[in-house]
């Protein structure tokens, strides 16, 4: 269990929990945010996303919703791209450190 | 039967083409018997019973069976959980979804894909590191093991019971309509070959079957997507102009129409969907095999982005048939036209068939036999990982660890898990059969809200927060179950459809529980958390200090690989 209090002491760590669940919990309030948006606009403005784009039948609607598909896709990848580059290193280096 | 044709001409001058067909298909025979999708259906099922042969002989350990050994790469394992997630109920569904109602099926797709990012941040990773076999291992890491056990598996087989007699009874029915076979020997054949794969090759069979489907899937839907935009020279605005010009709802395809009612009942399904995702056994059990969090990590964002792909290629699909089938007569029924004047309504098989015509409108009869051959890998694929999830919640969580409280010889438990997958199997095929003629759209949709309110609530509360005590988590979970089985039982869609109760007499209006049955789960488990004096309490806040530190960084976490 000393190790674990080490471990906790440890400032990579510190740095690591503080990344991630900051970066985590922040992404997770950006997606509820984008999707409960365009479910709101769904049960109280489905007129708007009725409006067409210009003057053909394409309505404002359908890059709307595919942009949600897109951005869900994005913010995966902005996460994944942030924890390979930098808390894959943190950990590496709390494992190097508190070996043994 | 001539003169027929020439009346029903008469009927429907307004649109020629059709009437000239529909004679045709007055004359002809009922479903032929499509050789070329029995030859390539065949050729999967030889391929995938190599691979099950040569998984079997690699499958030794409960690790091996369970996990595929930890040896799978983050790459194959997004294809993987793309392809448990890419069921037969989302191909045919959504874009069937689409072909009826235009935009309201873009609204599901993109519900079924943002629980995805959620998997990513919050659990992923943290499942990997504190897990083995089963999600149960995760929330059971610091809480009393018996009772959260009990809790996780019933909450798995509940979840997994009604995804399983959905997926059985939609397999029926399309085997029925695509081969011509009886609905019984196709629910028996579905059965009967999960049992092989599951019992034979365990999870590494089961993921590759689940590997090479998705990448069939994908490419056939790709195709389908791909041929219907360059009929209208890559250009989705002359697709959406045609389809608006020949389906009955003109322009209202093009935005949201009477799916979604009322705003709360949108919330309700929006949580549903979103929070489902990350309380489906089956798919919580990929994350044990791949070697580390890191690879954890990267399947998440492969899966994700291969399901987004997908669902934008049903959407095109949909809008397709809505262009190519709804006015072709050749895949309508001829006396369901006469009467509604619709060919939206009036196509042969139901709108599930929409992706299904459409793959012999744009690709001819070989065409059609490739896609219907997928449409049954896809089910026998979905409904093994489905099996193997539920055999190893009995095995792993009521067997090794409740009833030999952890102490279980290995090949006893694997032995244990072959049984359940074949009393599983036994079960599915009956209950498919019993379920023929019964309403299931509602399945699916239950199975999604018990996995937000049970499996998930208490999965994501054992991982983040420290004052979660065993007891919290029983009272809980069970709340958060017991409500989303009521709930969707007093719904409209159970309620007035299922159970044939006069229109508008539902107690509950929503049509997904998720909403109240969520928030009564959170509701319960953290009251009772906070209430809780008992000495187990202590012990399960004092343990949370340990799982958070291997949590974040994996020190200690099982390796996957047993020998």
Known sequence: MSNLAKIERDPNYRELVRRRSSLGWLLSAIMLVIYFGFILLVAYAPKFLGIPLGSG???????????????????????????????????????????? | ?????????????????????????????????????????????????????????????????????????????????????????????????????????????VGWLVGWPIVTFLIAEQLRNLGKFTFADVTSFRLGQTEIRILAACGSLVTVAFYLIAQMVGAGKLIQLLFGLDYWIAVVLVGGLMMIYVTFGGMKATTWVQIIKAVLLLSGATFMAGAVLYKFGFSPEALFTKATEVHPKKLAIMEPGTLISNPLSAVSLGLALMFGTAGL???????????????????????????????????????????????????????????????????????????IHLANAVGGNLFLGFISAVAFATILAVV????????????????????????????????????????????????????????????????????????????VMSIFWKGLTTRGAVVGGFLGLVSAVVGVVLSPAVWEVTLGFAKGSAPIKLDNPALFSMAIAFAGIWLVSILDRSKRAAVDRDGFDAQYVRSQTGIGAASATAH
Request: aromatic share 12%.
């Open chain 1, 57 to 100: 039948v394409t309505t404002i609607g359908i890059p709307i919703g595919l942009s949600v598909i897109v951005l869900a896709f994005v913010l995966t990848g902005i996460y994944v791209r942030r924890a390979n580059s930098s808390y894959d290193v943190l950990i590496r280096k709390i494992v190097e450190e508190n070996r043994s």
């Open chain 2, 281 to 355: 056994p089956h798919i919580l059990m990929r994350f044990f095999t791949v070697k580390d969090a890191q690879a954890a990590r990267k399947s998440v964002f492969y899966a994700t982005g291969f399901i987004g792909y997908f669902y934008i290629l049903t959407f095109i699909i949909g809008f397709g048939a809505i262009t190519l089938v709804s006015t072709d007569a050749m895949f309508l029924d001829g006396s369901i036209l006469e009467k509604t004047k619709s060919g939206i309504a009036a196509i042969k098989g139901g709108s599930n068939m929409a992706a």
């Open chain 2, 384 to 459: 093994s990982g489905l099996a193997l999830a539920g055999a190893s919640s009995i095995s792993h969580d009521l067997y090794g660890m409740v009833i030999k409280g952890g102490n279980a010889n290995e090949q006893d438990e694997i032995r244990v898990s072959k049984i359940a997958t074949l009393v599983l199997g036994v079960l599915a095929i009956f209950l498919g059969i019993v379920f023929e003629n019964q309403n299931v759209a509602f399945m699916v949709g239950l199975a999604f809200a018990i996995a937000a309110s049970c499996n998930f609530p208490v999965l």
């Open chain 2, 1 to 109: 039967m001539k003169k027929f044709a020439w009346l029903s001409a008469i009927l429907l001058a307004s649109v020629p083409t059709i009437a000239l067909a529909a004679g045709a298909v007055e004359g002809g025979a009922k479903q032929a018997t499509n050789w070329a999708a029995i030859g390539m259906f065949v050729g999967f099922v030889g391929l995938t019973l190599v691979i099950t042969y040569w998984a079997a002989k690699r499958t030794a350990s409960a690790a091996d069976f369970y996990s595929a050994g930890g040896g799978i790469t983050g790459f194959q394992n997004g294809l993987a959980i793309a392809g448990d997630y890419m069921s037969a109920a989302s191909f045919l569904g959504i874009s069937g979804l689409v072909y009826t109602s235009g935009y309201d099926g873009l609204i599901y797709s």
